[in-house]
């Protein structure tokens, strides 16, 4: 960013260091009240001293946040100031070699400055300048509306996007008024690993590059790493397809569960480890009671996992990205082979051509029970508690309104919870929203703070050429295609329900 481009970086500075005054002056307003509580001076006897003296902790939270973030923006707007007042300083005709170390330079002198490493001076100005090339993201920093977390998750997703991919992104997360906002709570009320869940689902739908492109580059890149650790500790990574890497960790997980009973002290988390461990290296495990015990004998539940398809990415005719339940986007190739070649544990689910909602489970049973955990999964995601990321299928499928509260048995009445956030509803002031088909619930805390619904972004599916959907009806060929626009249906998948037939059938007309 050159020296020029700043002048609207520095007005947002500003206003960010004015909205840091007003925030210190409602901390010293809320101190005072305090002090007044704690000393018994002034207060009324309706009032009840500790739970006002309570809600002022959270209130000073608040603020403090919203502080830190428009420090944050303050301290963008500097580093990017700086590199562009030397970059204004180097002269026009110096050479490539001075460029570089003059840059370099000022990196150091930040580090120096902020008693940080070179490489975390490195990448703070590059996600600095990327933050302050964002108006719309800068301006939600300079209001305390977000955390600096949240601006980096966007400043890391919009890297290798071009600038009418990133205007793009940042539209679509921040400006109310674009043509297909996000739904649900905003940026700066989920917290960062949702929000850069969300925004990364975005971004692999609208890459430039097709994700199967890129997938094969990420496949050639796999690998396997080794970190020695503190206290006789060591990490063991892979990287691996998302379909595989998902794949061991449900083994691992469900071999976990099958282990455990009275006998067994191991927590789940520390199970995990120790079942990858012995199927690494070939041999059974012991109990911490010192029975041995083979992994080919466990009893291991069934982990189901849930892919969403659209149906044209499902036979071909697109390559729109599927989402893995518990991962995110995955290629259509990778989501063709898991619901294609016999993967018992994964459940195929169809996506709506017109807007990209889900349309129908796989037809592996008839328990309706099963059917509607299975819906309530794929419209929560997660445990719907604000701030929580488990998705695991840990969850529990529960009443909002208690059955014998008058409550149904039913998707606008049923939710995800994980066992945590399940136990404190029954036990707590914590109240949920209505839910709908489509939408999770919100929250509303025991002091009415009310925590908006974390909602999926989906989207209209890709329709191939020659075939646009008419208002009305599901599908609909206006230049009516040739039949090879679609495979034969001899050649789709075995197992296929009615719906998808039907779809078939009404496109290959």
């Known amino acids: 960013m050159g020296i020029g481009s700043g002048v609207g970086v520095a007005s947002e500075g500003v206003s960010a260091s004015v909205a840091a005054l007003d925030a210190l002056a409602v901390l010293d307003s ?12 002034g207060v009324g006897s309706g009032v009840d001293v500790l739970e006002r003296r309570y809600g002022i902790r959270l209130e000073r939270l608040e603020v403090i946040s919203r502080l830190e973030a428009q420090l944050a923006a303050v301290k963008a707007r500097d580093v990017t100031e700086a590199v562009g007042f030397q970059q204004a300083m180097t002269p026009p005709d110096a050479s490539v070699q001075d460029r570089t170390y003059t840059e370099m330079s000022v990196v150091e002198e930040i ?12 990448a703070f100005v590059d996600q600095s300048r990327r933050v302050c090339s964002l108006p719309r993201v800068f301006e939600a920093l300079s209001a305390g509306a977000m955390s600096w977390q949240h601006a980096r998750v966007v400043a890391d997703e919009s890297e290798g996007l071009d600038p ?16 297909s906002p996000a739904r649900g709570a905003a940026p700066g009320e989920l917290v960062p690993s949702r929000f850069r869940a969300k925004v990364r689902a975005w971004r692999e739908r609208h890459h430039p590059e097709s994700i199967e492109k890129r997938h094969a580059k990420g496949v050639a890149d796999r690998r396997m790493e080794y970190t020695p650790d503190k206290d006789g500790m060591a990490w063991v990574s892979l990287y691996l397809p998302g379909d595989t890497a998902c794949a061991i960790w449900n083994r691992a997980t469900a071999t976990a569960r099958g282990l455990q009973g009275p006998d067994e002290p191991r927590t789940l988390a520390q199970l995990r480890p ?14 911490q009671t010192g029975k041995p015990t083979e992994v080919g004998q466990v009893p291991t539940p069934r982990a189901d996992v849930l892919v ?43 996506v709506d051509p017109r807007d990209g909602a889900p349309l129908e489970i796989g037809r592996k049973n008839y328990r309706l029970t099963e059917a509607i955990k299975r ?13 929580c990321t488990n998705r695991t299928p840990d969850n529990e499928t529960d009443h909002l309104t208690a059955w014998e509260h008058g409550g149904t048995t039913g998707i606008s009445n049923l939710a995800q919870l994980c066992p945590k956030h399940h136990r404190l509803k029954h036990h707590s002031q914590w109240q949920p929203d209505p839910v709908t088909q489509k939408d999770p619930p919100g929250w509303t805390s025991p002091t009415g703070r009310h925590y908006k619904p974390e909602q999926p972004d989906p989207e209209p599916t890709h329709w191939p050429p020659g075939i646009l959907p008419a208002e009305g009806s599901l599908l609909s060929e206006p230049s009516r295609p040739s039949r090879d626009v679609l495979p034969s249906i001899r050649s ?18």
Request: charged content about 20%; hydrophobic content about 50%.
């Open 30 to 41: 809320l101190d005072r009240e305090d002090a007044f509580l704690g000393a018994g001076v």
């Open 308 to 350: 969403m398809v659209p149906v044209f990415a499902l036979f071909g005719v697109t390559d729109e990205p599927a989402i893995l339940d518990g991962f995110g986007p995955i290629p259509a190739s990778m989501a063709r082979k898991l619901v294609g070649d016999g993967a018992d544990s994964f459940y195929r689910v169809l």
């Open 375 to 387: 819906w309530i999964r794929l419209r929560d995601a997660k445990c719907t508690f604000p701030g």
């Open 111 to 122: 580090a120096g400055v902020l008693t940080i490493s070179s490489a975390a001076a490195g």
């Open 164 to 179: 009418a991919g990133a205007a793009g992104l940042v539209a679509h997360f921040f400006d109310p008024d674009a043509p």
């Open 274 to 287: 120790d079942i990858a461990a012995s199927l690494l290296l070939g041999a059974g495990h012991t109990t």
């Open 492 to 509: 789709i998948p075995s197992g296929r329900s009615l719906l998808e037939e039907a779809l078939l059938q009404r496109v290959a007309r």
